[in-house]
Nanobody, 127 residues
Framework: QVQLVESGGGLVQAGGSLRLSCAAS????????MGWFRQAPGKEREFVAA????????DYVDSVKGRFTISRDNAKNTLYLQMNILKPEDTAVYVC????????????????????WGQGTQVTVSS
């Protein structure tokens, strides 16, 4: 079992930056593959980024490649999402997710692959 708590969201102007954090409880954080998803009003939940348990493998949705960076600090039990050059279309509730399952790379993009979810943090980008 792991509990996830996101922080770092807020209101920012287009072109600005934010860093989201996801703090995880438990001593086995390093065993979990992690992901960030987002959901905008009236839209379905969308995959944003994922990272392997070691941090050695990452994946991104095309719309954030080159702007967002996912990382993790297993010693601090924390997952991060650095978001740069933010756009109004990035506005959404961002949620972190975790699983102990050994996922294939294509499975990391699927919300159904994750077992644990945080409550989310709101990111609003003004134009």
């Amino acid at each position: 079992q792991v509990q996830l708590v996101e922080s770092g969201g807020g209101l920012v102007q287009a072109g600005g930056s934010l860093r989201l954090s996801c703090a995880a409880s438990g001593r086995t954080f390093s065993m979990y593959a992690m992901g960030w998803f987002r959901q905008a009003p009236g839209k379905e939940r969308e995959f944003v980024a994922a990272i392997s348990w070691s941090g050695g493998s990452t994946d991104y949705v095309d719309s954030v490649k080159g702007r967002f960076t996912i990382s993790r600090d297993n010693a601090k039990n924390t997952l991060y999402l650095q978001m740069n050059i933010l756009k109004p279309e990035d506005t959404a509730v961002y949620v972190c997710a975790a699983t102990q399952r050994n996922l294939l790379r294509r499975q990391r993009l699927l919300s159904t692959s994750y077992d644990y979810w945080g409550q989310g943090t709101q990111v609003t980008v003004s134009s």
